[in-house]
């Protein structure tokens, strides 16, 4: 029995999370023709990118967002960072910054990753033109001249794609395949994540 045969794409990107299902939204309107592969299910509480910290977003990514017609979902559960104050604990000097200062309404904002995975999963859900695998890990990358072929698990059908994206994170499986080197560096610290709440403001 012969193998089947591959599933042709513009564009395949693997990883699900902030980054990729971002750029898969924002191919849409481009006509191409995009696979998606997310080892994590939608619903998983298990998603590393979507999980309980924030993330702060400068203006240029809401920006992004607005343009891919996101924002409006985000934006109720945003906290604009009107003022940032600067300093080491210790050393000489801070600085403090306010953002009407400079004729702005905020610097940033900052969303809970939750927040913002559940919006971009809706997204991608709507999409046309998707070849979503998820969840599918990929098991196999061959490069060739004029494509990349990819298998995934579960997933029979290799994708064949014309550009290959690698957005599956630190151990990123595509780009040890391409040969790309990676630099690590532990800088020996622990970070502590926790949600907060006040009595009084």
């Known amino acids: 029995m012969s193998a089947p045969a591959p599933l042709a794409v513009d564009v395949a990107i693997v990883g699900g999370g902030l980054v990729g299902a971002s750029l898969a939204i924002a191919l849409q309107p481009l006509?191409?023709?995009?696979?998606?592969?997310?080892?994590?299910?939608?619903?998983?509480?298990?998603?590393?990118?979507?999980?309980?910290r924030t993330t702060a977003l400068g203006n240029g990514t809401r920006r992004?967002?607005?343009?891919?017609?996101?924002?409006?979902?985000?934006?109720?559960?945003?906290?604009?960072?009107?003022r940032?104050?600067?300093?080491?604990?210790?050393?000489?000097?801070?600085?403090r910054l306010e953002a009407a200062e400079h004729d702005l309404e905020a610097f940033g904002y900052v969303l809970p990753n939750r927040v913002t995975g559940a919006v971009l999963r809706a997204a991608l859900q709507r999409l046309t033109d998707l070849e979503l695998r998820m969840p599918a890990r990929?098991?196999?990358?061959?490069?060739?001249?004029?494509?990349?072929?990819?298998?995934?698990?579960?997933?029979?059908?290799?994708?064949?794609?014309?550009?290959?994206?690698?957005?599956?994170?630190?151990?990123?499986?595509?780009?040890?395949?391409a040969g790309l080197p990676a630099s690590v560096e532990d800088y020996s610290q622990v970070a502590v994540v926790a949600h907060v709440a006040s009595t009084q403001p």
């Open 84 to 95: 940032i104050h600067v300093s080491d604990a210790g050393r000489f000097g801070f600085a």
């Open 31 to 52: 006509g191409l023709r995009v696979a998606l592969i997310e080892s994590v299910a939608a619903d998983a509480e298990a998603q590393p990118s979507f999980d309980d």
């Open 64 to 82: 992004v967002f607005e343009t891919l017609g996101l924002w409006a979902q985000l934006a109720p559960s945003a906290a604009a960072i009107t």
């Open 138 to 177: 990929c098991s196999a990358v061959r490069i060739g001249s004029s494509q990349v072929e990819l298998d995934t698990t579960p997933g029979a059908t290799p994708i064949a794609a014309r550009l290959v994206v690698a957005a599956d994170g630190a151990q990123s499986q595509v780009r040890a395949a």
